[in-house]
């Protein structure tokens, strides 16, 4: 087995297809818990517009805190463990959630939310069956984004003891002198984002078929045409 | 019936949207609220299902106060329609009309069933059912918005300008739809507007409002251009006042000539029996009873009537069943002074000058007059 391309250092403990799935996780966990939490407070933004500015400002202070000096803090309580790299990350999301959704909920045309209202919709219905289905292509937006950026930013749990997933083969791929480990952690992590927002594209198009979209016939314009119009005001 | 009794609406920051407002939603009919921006017509309606609560009044249907019972199924007992028509962009046509049905409990089934015969019922292709709104035009939307309101066949249809954001000639053609619908449905009618016109041709009842929430008047729409209650009123209805009420006479007693009408095959023998010094023009018309143009009789020839230099005969008007108005319309445009008359598959049945729907004019305003000193 010696000298294949896959091969990985046996003080990483795991296989390269091992840490692919590794990587996913550590990267794909923080996404899903910040997405559930981000739609509460997005909601509450939404409801009490004061509260959004505010809410920004925490989410972009919490962004710009290192993810060394959150492992720092962590450490004391979580240890040298994924759940460590997955809580800044899931931190992290939130910047991009909850503009996200909040923009996305407020895209609902008044209109559209009076008509739920008038129908007799209260706003639990109101909020699943209206508000969170149309703003679902800006949070899928924003899933794109947070994950590309969660799968990029993974390899840091190298810093605290082989918790990178495919980032510790960078670290092995320097004290190896082996550039085959470093090219194998860039590569897959590249492949990992694109393939992930690849699936994501797909999903949007899957879950929203009632988004116009390019190439399509434009929107019909209303019968009866210039012949009757003519006459309209030929005759007004 | 719905009574809006004393009922006013005043925001915390003092203004007053809707002032003591009283008055009675007859049954069965369109009562039109009408006014200009800022006049409380929206607010008003959006209270009839407690979108908007009252400060103070009340609000009852056949008697019972609105507040009575829960929210929700008040506003699923009234159909709403709305400017841009509101649709739901994630739902095909066929399950945004089956919105409130479903909430009722229907099953999917039954509640798409309705859905689609709804859509046929307002005139939208069956093929449409699964497209989603973006791909409808903007008179199709609000086809689907009214379709969406009557889905759970409710008795009262709350419609809040529907037809404003449409181009002229697509709302004329739903205003026309509205009354046809009407007519087979017979559902209790609020509707907003802020076009007095529109007010006028579909309103049973219209209720003009003046900026600050004050009721103006509350007229049938006859009446209130033979009789605005004040200048407020009067200005509102526009300059041509006069001429939208002729839209109230029917046709039906003018007395057609039809010694100038020939057809387009007739002998010249026919023709010179036709001319007479009272008609300077004979209407020629195809072989069907089709209006072709006027022509001076001397210029034609019988066999061979040149119908390309025939002149205009303007907008022919159903005699009988259109109104003075249009009668009026076809006189002033027929270069000849004289309007067509014509059945409802378009044959002329005779023809009338300009004088003649004149002296209609004059003999219709003196029986509305004492027929209004009657009423009052």
Not at chain 2, 187 to 214: Q, S
């Amino acid at each position: 087995m010696s000298g294949g391309l896959f091969d990985i250092p046996s003080d990483l403990q795991n296989s390269y297809w091992g840490l692919v799935g590794l990587h996913l996780r550590e990267a794909l966990v923080p996404v899903a818990v910040g997405l559930v939490v981000a739609l509460p407070i997005a909601q509450l933004c939404v409801r009490l517009r004061w509260l959004y500015p505010p809410v920004l400002w925490v989410t972009t202070v919490l962004y710009a805190i290192p993810s060394l000096a959150f492992f720092v803090v962590l450490i004391d309580y979580t240890g040298q463990t994924e759940t460590t790299v997955m809580i800044p990350l899931g931190v992290y999301s939130l910047v991009v959630f909850v503009p996200a959704i909040v923009d996305g909920v407020r895209s609902v045309p008044q209109e559209t939310l009076d008509a739920a209202t008038a129908m007799g919709l209260g706003p639990v219905r109101r909020y699943f069956q209206v508000q969170l289905p149309i703003a679902a292509p800006a949070i899928i937006a924003g899933l794109r984004i947070a994950t590309v950026s969660s799968i990029s930013l993974v390899s840091v749990g190298m810093l605290i003891g082989n918790q990178g997933a495919l980032g510790n083969l960078l670290h092995d791929g320097q004290i190896y002198n082996q550039s085959r480990l470093i090219w194998l952690s860039v590569i897959g992590t590249a492949v990992l984002a694109v393939v992930a927002d690849a699936l994501l594209v797909l999903v949007r198009i899957l879950v929203t078929p009632w988004m116009p979209r390019g190439g399509r016939a434009p929107r019909p314009v209303d019968e009866p045409e210039p012949l009757t119009a003519a006459l309209e005001d030929a005759t007004r | 019936m719905i009574r809006i009794d004393s009922v006013t609406k005043r925001y915390p920051d003092g203004t007053v949207a809707v002032d003591n407002l009283s008055l009675d939603i007859p049954d069965r009919a369109i009562t039109v609220f009408v006014g200009p921006s800022g006049c409380g017509k929206t607010t008003t309606l959006r209270m009839i299902n407690r979108m908007i609560e009252p400060s103070s009044g009340t609000i009852t249907i056949d008697g019972k106060d609105i507040t009575k019972q829960p929210v929700n199924t008040l506003r699923r007992s009234m159909g709403y329609v709305i400017q841009n028509a509101g649709l739901f962009q994630h739902r095909t046509i066929v399950d945004n009309i089956a919105t409130v049905p479903r909430l009722l409990g229907w099953d999917k089934a039954r509640a798409r069933a309705r859905a689609r015969e709804l859509m046929e019922r307002v005139g939208l292709d069956a093929s449409l059912a699964k497209r989603y709104p973006y791909q409808l035009s903007g008179g199709q939307q609000q086809r689907v918005g009214v379709a969406r309101a009557l889905a759970a066949d409710p008795p009262v249809l709350l419609m809040d300008e529907p037809f404003s954001a449409v181009d002229p000639v697509v709302r004329k053609g739903l205003q026309d739809e509205l009354l046809r619908l009407q007519d087979e449905l017979g559902k209790t009618i609020v509707f907003v507007t802020h076009d007095i016109d529109e007010a006028v041709k579909i309103g049973t009842m219209v209720a003009v409002m003046r900026t600050g929430g004050h009721l103006a008047q509350f007229a049938p729409p006859a009446e209130l251009l033979s009789a605005p209650a004040d200048g407020f009123v009067e200005d509102f209805l526009g300059a041509d006042r006069g001429i939208r009420r002729l839209s109230f006479f029917s046709s039906a007693g003018l007395d057609l000539l039809t010694a100038p009408v020939v057809a387009v095959d007739a002998t010249a023998e026919q023709i010179a029996a036709r001319a007479s010094k009272d008609v300077p023009y004979l209407l020629v018309t195809d072989v069907d009873g089709l209006p072709l143009g006027w022509a001076e009789p001397d210029r034609l020839t019988a066999g061979a009537v040149d119908t390309s230099r025939l002149l205009p005969y303007g907008r022919p008007f159903v005699h009988g069943e259109e109104s003075l108005r249009a009668a009026l319309d076809g006189a002033v445009l027929s270069p000849t002074g004289w309007a067509v008359a014509v059945d409802a598959g378009g044959r002329v049945t005779g023809v009338v000058s300009q004088q003649a729907v004149g002296e209609a004019i004059r003999t219709a305003h003196a029986e509305g007059r004492s027929d209004e000193k009657v009423a009052g």
